[in-house]
């Protein structure tokens, strides 16, 4: 059974600050990796996608990186800023088409 | 594409009801999911359609829980006899069937049980 991990479960940082988020997963069998963003209340939102052949995908201040045969990824926030506070989710698809989630890494900025 | 429409946002209902949630999908997208997720977790998968057809559920998904997709567009998901414990965030996701492509979220409907 597929499980995911992710460290830290809570980040406080100055706004401006680069910072890391992590991912594990137990199953390094995957289709793809999928990292998403959830506002208090509100549904996700997709950030980036990965799939398993990749190494990293980008998407503005957003970069994630994935090692598969660790079962890691990453997910780097450059230049941070207080609108990036949020929950941020990472989801592993075995190949089922369904998606498991870790806890999520809740995130404030302060200005 | 207006994206992933769940309704109603918030549901409050007595213990022992039944509930119905709409979930309607990105218009090009066959795949459809439900997922639930609990406070500080998460989310869980429940269920998934392609097209019309139910393709997989969860152990999570007991007796009291069953979703449709009639037409392979919009979805249902039915609680009966709710319990304390069906207290969460019910999430629709939906995707095309191409093994690259994104699930797309919607807002969810929150759940509170009496």
Redesign the interface.
């Known amino acids: 059974k597929q499980e995911v991990t992710q460290i830290p479960a809570a980040l406080s940082v100055p706004e401006g600050e680069n910072l890391v988020l992590n991912c594990s997963f137990t199953d390094s069998a995957i289709y793809n990796l999928q990292w998403f963003r959830q506002d208090p209340g509100k549904g996700l939102t997709s950030l980036l996608l990965i799939q398993s052949s990749q190494r990293e995908q980008t998407s503005g201040r957003l970069n994630a990186s994935l090692d598969k045969s660790s079962g890691r990824s990453t997910l780097y926030i450059a230049a941070s800023q207080p609108g990036d506070s949020a929950t941020y989710l990472c989801a592993v698809n075995s190949g089922y088409s369904t998606l498991t989630f870790g806890k999520g890494t809740m995130l404030l900025v302060s200005p | 594409d207006t994206g992933?429409s769940?309704n109603p946002r918030h549901k409050i209902t007595k213990r022992g009801q039944n509930v119905t949630f709409r979930c309607d999908p990105i218009s090009e997208h066959n795949?459809l999911?439900w997922?639930r997720q609990t406070l500080?977790?998460?989310?869980?998968?429940l269920t998934?359609f392609q097209n019309e057809a139910q393709?997989?559920k969860?152990r999570l998904l007991s007796d009291r829980f069953s979703a449709e997709r009639p037409k392979g567009s919009f979805s249902t998901l039915e609680i009966q006899r709710t319990e304390q414990g069906d207290s969460a965030m019910y999430?629709c996701?939906s995707?095309s069937v191409t093994?690259?492509s994104?699930?797309?979220?919607?807002?969810?409907t929150?759940l509170s049980i009496l």
Do not use: T
């Not at chain 2, 994104?102 to 969810?108: A, L, R, V």
């Open positions: 992933v769940q795949r999911y997922y500080g977790q998460g989310p869980e998968f998934y393709l997989e969860s999430l996701a995707s093994g690259d994104p699930q797309h979220f919607g807002d969810g929150r």
